[in-house]
């Protein structure tokens, strides 16, 4: 099993940024991909941005220029800067994590976490 802890959601002003962090935890075998997505209320799930273990990234198109992912493979932690937010990006962030499991012939597992709440408002 893989436990993931997010920090950072909170509340800020449009114009701001806040910083968030996912470690990873557990059985941790290979990290493939690591990524942030959001829910926002009444809304569905969408990707926000993923990086591969090669730093490989990938964005939403309403994030990129905005948002910047990040990952420090030593300790298994995702980041997610977040500048110039907006209204619209209340949300909840959520980290996922895929990991490969080598005594599994490799096989990948996919992991959420708990989810930690931004709210962009005056």
């Known amino acids: 099993q893989v436990q993931l802890v997010e920090s950072g959601g909170g509340l800020v002003q449009p114009g701001g940024s806040l910083r968030l962090s996912c470690v990873a935890s557990?059985?941790?075998?290979?990290?493939?991909?690591m990524g942030w997505y959001r829910r926002a209320p009444g809304k569905e799930r969408e990707l926000v941005a993923t990086?591969?273990?090669?730093?490989?990234?990938n964005y939403a198109d309403s994030m990129e220029g905005r948002f910047t992912i990040s990952r420090d493979n030593a300790k298994n932690t995702v980041y997610l800067q977040m500048n110039s937010l907006k209204p619209e990006d209340t949300a909840v962030y959520y980290c996922?994590?895929?990991?490969?499991?080598?005594?599994?012939?490799?096989?990948?597992?996919?992991?959420w976490g708990q989810g930690t709440l931004v709210t962009v408002s005056e």
């Open positions: 996922n994590v895929n990991v490969k499991n080598p005594t599994m012939d490799w096989a990948q597992f996919e992991y």
């Open positions: 557990g059985s941790i075998f290979f990290i493939s991909s």
């Open positions: 990086v591969t273990s090669g730093g490989s990234t």
